[in-house]
């Protein structure tokens, strides 16, 4: 019986000191010495819940976490018409929107170049155009097929070069030693009035903070509008540098990403621990849209 709280004891702990890998049934029943059926059966007769239901719990509460200690940092930069106190994108990350011209020939004849290449997150797909970047896509192999796609669709009329190596330099650049390594980036990005208007204040949330569908939309000015914010985060063809990936569900929930839920938790989890801030904040209870970024 000692052996089998032990063994509880010691996967509980695992699976909170490993929360942003996400680590499955097999991983954890192989790190406490039983097969994935037996760990199975031990977990729910002394936790009550599968290892996963477990998991996910951890997973909101943290996230509910996160949530609470950023209220005041964004209520701060909302005051401040989402200015300040940003650490990381709003520094080094500008936005050039397409002018109504290009946005309606959709960048007709202009070279973008674009390439596959690995990152800490999982492997990219990373275009450019002459300006700046205009496309950075995490890949799963259930979704690199659909990114591809989207981004033939998004420039139909472009020229488009695949250029692997560009690709690995500015990954390199944007990720190397786990901080932006260029002053600047420049990013080119096509997409309507409201929708630019939303990306320009996810570069204002701070690194290491999260905010909600609605939290955002009442620092736009536009406390009903959560629902349309959530579909233009969903529509930003540059995730991390455009941090869509900071806006959660105030139900504690991740909420969509094209690169995955866990892709999204991974990132999460390491800014909160480059940037993380300790401080308590008041909790929040109502709830908001979710959207795919």
């Given at each position: 019986m000692n052996d089998d709280y032990e063994r509880v004891e010691r996967a509980i702990r695992y699976l909170q000191r490993r929360l942003g890998d996400q680590p499955g049934l097999e991983q954890v029943a192989r790190h406490v010495g039983l097969s994935p059926y037996h760990f199975q059966r031990l977990f729910r007769r002394w936790v009550g819940i599968s290892p996963k239901r477990y998991l996910a719990f951890l997973t909101v509460n943290h996230a509910k976490h996160l949530l609470k200690e950023s209220n005041s940092v964004l209520d701060t930069a909302y005051a401040l018409g989402l200015t300040a106190p940003s650490r990381l994108h709003e520094q080094f990350v500008s936005i050039d929107a397409a002018t109504p011209g290009e946005f309606k020939n959709q960048w007709e004849g202009v070279e973008v170049r674009y390439g596959i290449t690995a990152g800490p997150f999982g492997q990219m797909l990373i275009a450019q155009t002459p300006r700046g970047v205009c496309m950075l896509s995490f890949l799963t192999s259930a979704t690199k097929d659909r990114e591809m796609a989207r981004l033939r669709q998004i420039y139909a009329r472009a020229v488009l070069v695949e250029d692997d190596t560009l690709a690995a330099e500015t990954a390199a650049a944007i990720f190397g030693a786990g901080r932006p390594q260029q002053p600047k980036f420049h990013?080119?990005?096509?997409?309507?009035?409201?929708?630019?208007?939303?990306?320009?204040?996810?570069?204002?949330?701070?690194?290491?903070?999260?905010?909600?569908?609605?939290?955002?939309?009442?620092?736009?000015?536009?406390?009903?509008?959560?629902?349309?914010?959530?579909?233009?985060?969903?529509?930003?063809?540059?995730?991390?540098?455009?941090?869509?990936?900071?806006?959660?569900?105030?139900?504690?929930?991740?909420?969509?990403?094209?690169?995955?839920?866990?892709?999204?938790?991974?990132?999460?989890?390491?800014?909160?621990?480059?940037?993380?801030?300790?401080?308590?904040?008041?909790?929040?209870?109502?709830?908001?849209?979710?959207?795919?970024?």
């Open positions: 990013l080119a990005v096509r997409g309507t009035n409201f929708q630019v208007r939303v990306w320009h204040a996810l570069l204002k949330i701070p690194a290491g903070t999260v905010t909600s569908y609605r939290q955002l939309a009442e620092g736009l000015g536009m406390p009903r509008a959560a629902r349309p914010v959530a579909n233009a985060i969903a529509a930003n063809p540059v995730n991390f540098l455009i941090p869509c990936h900071r806006v959660l569900r105030l139900d504690g929930a991740i909420g969509g990403f094209r690169g995955g839920t866990q892709c999204k938790q991974e990132i999460l989890e390491w800014e909160s621990s480059v940037f993380g801030q300790d401080m308590e904040r008041p909790g929040v209870a109502e709830e908001a849209a979710e959207g795919e970024s």
